[in-house]
Each structure stands twice: as C-alpha cells, then as structure tokens.
C-alpha cells in the first residue's frame, strides 16, 4: 500500500475536524467527559499532521 505525505495528512486533517465537530456537538447536548476527550483528541489530530515547509513548496 503506498500512501504519500500528503494523503496522511489529508486524512488526519479531515479526521480532526471531524471530531472536534463531535466535540462542540456533544459539548452542546452537556456530554462533558466526551467533549473533554473529544477535543483532546482532535487536537492531537491536527498535532500529528505533517507541515510542509516553504522551501518545500517553493518551484525550482
């Protein structure tokens, strides 16, 4: 299986997202522990993506 950088953090990103949109929805329904562990989560998430840096993206 060959997945690139860039799908992984595609991935990650979505999935971050998504969980903090969990997080914020269960925040508003009183679910404390699993908004808590939720947003934990996703900024883990965003924690783990990959940054390209400048010089990667500059043309040659």
């Known amino acids: 299986m060959d997945t690139?950088?860039?799908?992984?953090?595609?991935?990650?990103?979505?999935l971050a997202v998504r969980v903090l949109a969990f997080a914020l929805l269960a925040g508003?329904?009183?679910e404390t522990l699993l908004t808590v562990l939720c947003?934990?989560?996703?900024i883990c998430f965003f924690?783990?993506?990959?940054v390209a840096?400048?010089?990667?993206?500059?043309?040659?």
Do not use: I, K, M
Not at 47 to 50: D, E, G, I, N
Not at 53 to 60: C, G, H, I, Q
């Open 4 to 14: 690139s950088p860039s799908d992984v953090a595609r991935l990650l990103r979505l």
């Open 28 to 30: 508003v329904t009183g």
């Open 39 to 42: 947003a934990l989560a996703g």
């Open 47 to 50: 924690l783990l993506v990959p």
């Open 53 to 60: 840096s400048a010089v990667d993206r500059r043309p040659d």
